[in-house]
């Protein structure tokens, strides 16, 4: 006797997977090659970083984070802010567009600086960046044409400690 039919049936298995592998490591390499090339690509402009903010034709930030915006125009609840964003700071657009802007009324006074505003064609706010001078709840309240079109409280909380060592 030759061979028995479970050699038989062995060398055409082991046929069968070795013809299978074959092509299946033949196709590895295109997706490695991919794979190395979109490494060695990764550093060459592309990148996860947000876009530049702008509102109005002005760019409020080319972070890399990005900034948050709020939108204090038609909150009719109370909305309140307890962190910053990006530089320490809140930006607040206070107007639905660029075309026409809103009248603001912080108080407490003291409690917020603006460090920066965007204006709308109008001539009145369309944005503000403000920062904290010192602890407490301020208000914001927007107005246009003598209506209160929107307000936002901002209590921002203290920042917590640097880690120890």
């Not at 991919?34 to 990764?42: C, E, M, T």
């Not at 876009?51 to 204090?72: D, K, M, Q």
């Not at 904290?132 to 920042?159: D, K, M, N, S, W």
Request: charged residues 15%.
């Amino acid at each position: 006797m030759i061979g028995s039919r479970a050699d038989a049936y062995a060398d055409n298995h082991r046929e069968l997977h070795a013809v299978r592998r074959r092509p299946a490591a033949k196709r590895r390499w295109p997706g490695l090659l991919l794979a190395v090339a979109s490494i060695g690509l990764a550093g060459c402009g592309a990148t996860s970083a947000a876009p530049p903010t702008s509102i109005c034709g002005h760019v409020l930030s080319r972070s890399a984070a990005g900034i948050e915006v709020y939108t204090i125009w038609g909150r009719g609840a109370r909305a309140v802010v307890r962190y910053p964003t990006v530089g320490n700071v809140v930006y607040l657009q206070v107007a639905r567009g660029c075309s026409t802007g809103s009248e603001l009324q912080i108080g407490p006074a003291g409690l917020l600086r603006v460090v920066r505003s965007v204006r709308a064609r109008d001539g009145h706010l369309a944005l503000v960046v403000v920062a904290q001078v010192r602890p407490g709840l301020a208000t914001i309240t927007a107005t246009h044409a003598g209506h209160t079109v929107g307000r936002i409280e901002i209590e921002l909380l203290p920042a917590p400690p640097p880690p120890s060592p």
